[in-house]
C-alpha cells in the first residue's frame, strides 16, 4: 500500500468526521430544541432553527456519507482487505451505523408522496435512529478517549 | 351570544336536512372509502357557502371527545421566557380562528371583483396534503398520513413543539399546553403540549362515514371522493364556468380544492390573515428539495461503488501490466 492510499485515507477520514458531526448538529436540529434553548440566537446559528434547512443538511450529509462508505467498502473487499483489520470495536461502530443508516433511508422513503407507513412504524424508526445515534455518539467518544482504534493496519 | 344559538340552529336545520336527504347521504360509498387504494379528497365550492358555521359547530360536536383536558396549574417550561404557554381550554368557543377546539373556522371576505362587491366564506381547516411536511418532518412519526390521504396527529405520541405548526405553509396545527405525553417526561424543558387539528374524521372514515362538516352543511359545500375524481371535477367546473381553483398544486397537492368565482390573490388581499388564521396564497412544494436529495441517495452508493471499481480497476490494470510502464 503507497503513501497516497494512506493520503486519501486521512482526508476521507476528516471528511467522514465533519459530515458526522453535521449529521449530529442537524439531527438533533430536528427536535425543537435549538430555539428553545437559544442555539439560533447565537450569531451566525441562526440557521439551526430553521427545519427544512437542518434537514436538507442532513440530507445532503447522508449523501456523502452513504458514497464515502460504498467507495471505501468496495474498495476494502478488493483491495484493503489484506492491509487494515476492523478491530471488534470497528465492527460494533458499523452495526451502529448500519442501524442509524437503514432506519434513516426507510424514514426517508416514509416521506415520499404515495408511500404510507403505518404510524407504529415509524414511530419505531425515529426511536432506533436516535438510540442508536446516541450510541454511536458515545461510543465513538469513548473509542477515542481511551484510544481504541477502528481499524488497525496489519503488520508484513 | 344571539349570534351562536342562530348559527346553533342553523347547525339543526342542517341536520334535519341532512335526515331529510336520507341517511344514505351519510355512509361512505365503497369507491370513497378509498377502495380503489386512492386518496380521499375534498372540494369546497365558495360560490355556495352562506357562511352558516353549521359545519363549525358540528365538526366540534362530533370530535369533542378528541379534545384536550389539560392539567392545571401549568408545569413551569424552561427558558420562561422563550417557552410560552397556550391555553385554549377556557376560550373553547373560538370561532375566529383556529385553536385546538376549533379546527375548521369560516373567513368571511369582502372583495371587489370585476367592478362588484362580493362576500365570500371560505371554510378553513388543515389541507391533508399530498406529501405533508408536517408528517414527513415530525420526529416522532406523531403527525402522520394515512393511506387515504389523511394526515392525522397522533395526541398520545405529540410532545407539542410545534415541528409540524411551523414547517406548515398555512400554520395550521395548535397547540394546547398541559396536556399529552410531555407531562410524563421533563414537562419542564421538553415539549409544550399536544397540536390539534382537522383529522378529517379520520375515525369516522374508517367506519365508512362522512365527516361531519360535510354532511351537516346545509347547503351542501363540501364534497369528498376519490381524489382522481374530484380533481377531474374541479378542472370540469372551472373550464366551463370559468372559476378559480386552490389546493391543487400548492405545497405539491393537498386533497382539498376550493372553487372560487373569485381569484384568490384577490381573496388573499382581503384576508384577515395572523396566527390561527391561515392565508390562501400559493405555495411551493415545500419537500421538493428534499425529495431531489432524496433521489440524490439512491445514486450516492452506487456512485461510490463505481468509483471505487475504477479506482482498482486501474490499480489492477498497473499491476497487471508492469512491463508497459517499466517501458515508460
Ligand atoms: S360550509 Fe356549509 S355549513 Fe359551513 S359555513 Fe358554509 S354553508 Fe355553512
Ligand atoms: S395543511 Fe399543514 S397541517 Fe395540514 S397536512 Fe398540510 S402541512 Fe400538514
Ligand atoms: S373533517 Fe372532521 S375534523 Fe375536519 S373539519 Fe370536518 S368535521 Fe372537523
Redesign the interface.
Known sequence: MNNSTDKSLKYARWIAIATLAALAITGFGQMPLYKRYYVSSIPGFRWTADYYITHNIHYAGAIILLTLTAYYTTRYFMQFRGVYRITRQGFGIILFLAVIAVSGILKVIASQKGVYFSLDFIFFLDLLHIIFSVLFLISAGIFKIIKLPWVERLEK | MNHKISRRDLFTKGAKRTAAAGIAAVALPQAVKGATGSELATLLDLRKCIGCEACVYACKDSNAKKYPEPVKPFPVMH?VK??KVEDWSENRDETTRLTPYTWLYIQRVKVYYNGKEQELNIPRRCMHC??PPCA??C????A????NGITVI?TE?CFG???CK??CPWKIPQRQTGVGIYLKFAPSL?GNGVMYKCDRCYDKIAQGEIPACITECPEGVQKIGPREDIIREAKAIALSEGVYLYGLEEN??TNTIYISPVPFDVIDRALEKGDGKPHIQPVAD??A???L??K??VI??????A???G??FR?LKKIFSPEKENNE
Open positions: 427558558p422563550r417557552v399530498e406529501n414527513n418532518l420526529p416522532w412519526g406523531s402522520h398520513k394515512q393511506s397522533d405520541l413543539g410545534a415541528k411551523d414547517v421538553g405539491g397537492g415545500s419537500m428539495s428534499a425529495d436529495l432524496s440524490a441517495m450516492a452508493p452506487l456512485a461510490g461503488i468509483a471505487a471499481a479506482k482498482n490499480m
